[in-house]
């Protein structure tokens, strides 16, 4: 014997083993427990954090806890610190959860009275469900007693004190979701100023890498409740398209201000994917748009950095920052030696919610600091962890 570890209430399920990390529940479900057992003679109990609901099975890949929950369908928990686990995503489900297992970006959960429901699981704070296969009937019934999810590149595995279900699955058949970049949601620009606008969005995966991938671009211009406008452009094969807007939409010099939405579907084949969210934003003379803002409640009352997405990144980071007025912005971005990494933004922004993305292509693998500051103004930092 190496070493024992008492725990308060007991520790129902250990699943999941990461590093110097142990992975359990408690007996109720109701904690996510890490141990850290680098030192097998002396474990020590590093976190009990409550879920609030309770959970039947947990997995842990990379920096997150998957959780199956009676009550509550599918949760994800950031562990990327194992003393602050906290909470990242939320899907609720038909059914309730009893087992799950992970694998390619996408979350397999057996359920009680809903079959095997299907996550997409790309973006932690986006959830959404993809699929789900009804069990045959020798399985209803003995759900509630599922002991495990085995998976391979075709199959689903799904064990039970009676039965070894085999589902086959084809899942991958749509492209993955996707963000849009720029211009950012409630974006604003002076129309003396404005030119050319390049839209900009994150690349969508096809379920084969030989699949070709096209993407569809809608964009709507509202002038007034009776004055709509919108144009389609589909077959692009960038992650990006540029247009003279004022001048392609053909608007007169009379008008004033404009307000824009924007989305993009991916294609491949018959199947496709709309973009996760719908950006607008709003061209017009400066006096306009300020009122415009005011009066939708799209001015921050304070400096801050609104979000960071996604957190951890694979090399695509996107970060919205909150200007109450006219400022001069500066974003960096340092390792964890306090070298400065890249340098985001600086420059003069106006008020509002501005969005930047930055490319990590060059950087390793690691934990990184967002250094957000307006001179006299705002100096707040943020840790953000590349993960390729």
């Not at 452009?233 to 004022?246: E, N, Q």
Request: aromatic share 12%; with cysteine; net charge negative.
């Amino acid at each position: 014997m190496r070493g024992i570890l008492n725990l308060p209430g007991g520790t129902h399920l250990i699943k999941a083993i990461s590093g110097d990390f142990i992975y359990g529940l408690n007996n109720t479900g109701s904690q996510i427990r890490i141990i850290d057992h680098s030192n097998p003679a002396d474990p020590v109990l590093v976190s009990a954090t409550e879920t609030g609901h309770s959970c039947k099975d947990i997995a842990v890949i990379d920096n997150f806890a998957y959780l199956a929950s009676w009550d509550a369908g599918m949760r994800i928990m950031d562990v990327s610190d194992p003393e602050n686990p906290i909470l990242s995503g939320v899907c609720d489900l038909l059914g309730r959860a009893v087992r799950i297992s992970v694998s390619n970006n996408h979350a397999f959960l057996a359920t009680s009275g809903g079959g095997m429901r299907i996550v997409d699981t790309t973006y932690p704070e986006d959830l959404f469900e993809v699929g789900f296969f009804n069990y045959t009937p020798e399985l209803m019934g003995s759900e509630d007693h599922t002991k495990g999810i085995y998976l391979d590149d075709n199959n689903i595995f799904l064990a039970t004190p009676y039965f070894l279900e085999i589902l086959t699955h084809d899942y991958a058949v749509k492209p993955n979701i996707f963000h849009l970049f720029e211009p950012s949601q409630f974006d604003t620009f002076s129309l003396e100023d404005f030119g050319e606008q390049t839209f900009t969005w994150e690349s969508s995966i096809p379920p084969d890498s030989t699949d070709t991938l096209s993407y569809n671009f809608e964009i709507s211009a509202t002038i007034s409740d009776s004055n709509v406008r919108t144009f389609n452009y589909s077959d692009i094969p960038d992650t990006f398209i540029t247009l003279g807007i004022m001048d392609s939409m053909a608007f007169n010099s009379k008008v004033e201000m404009v307000k824009f939405k924007w989305h993009v579907e991916a294609i491949c084949a018959e199947d496709t994917v709309n973009c996760i969210e719908n950006y607008r934003f709003v061209i017009g003379l400066e006096s306009n748009v300020r009122k415009h803002l005011e009066e939708a409640d799209l001015i921050p009352d304070r400096y801050c950095i609104e979000s960071l997405y996604p957190n951890p990144f694979n090399s695509t980071l996107s970060i919205t920052v909150g200007l109450p007025e006219k400022s001069d912005l500066c974003i960096s971005l340092y390792n964890i030696l306090g070298q400065e990494a890249a340098l985001m933004a600086d420059g003069t922004c106006s008020e509002g919610y501005k969005t930047f993305t930055y490319e990590a292509y060059n950087l390793p693998s690691g934990i990184y600091f967002i250094y957000a500051s307006v001179p006299g103004k705002m100096g707040e930092v943020r840790k953000v962890v590349l993960m390729k």
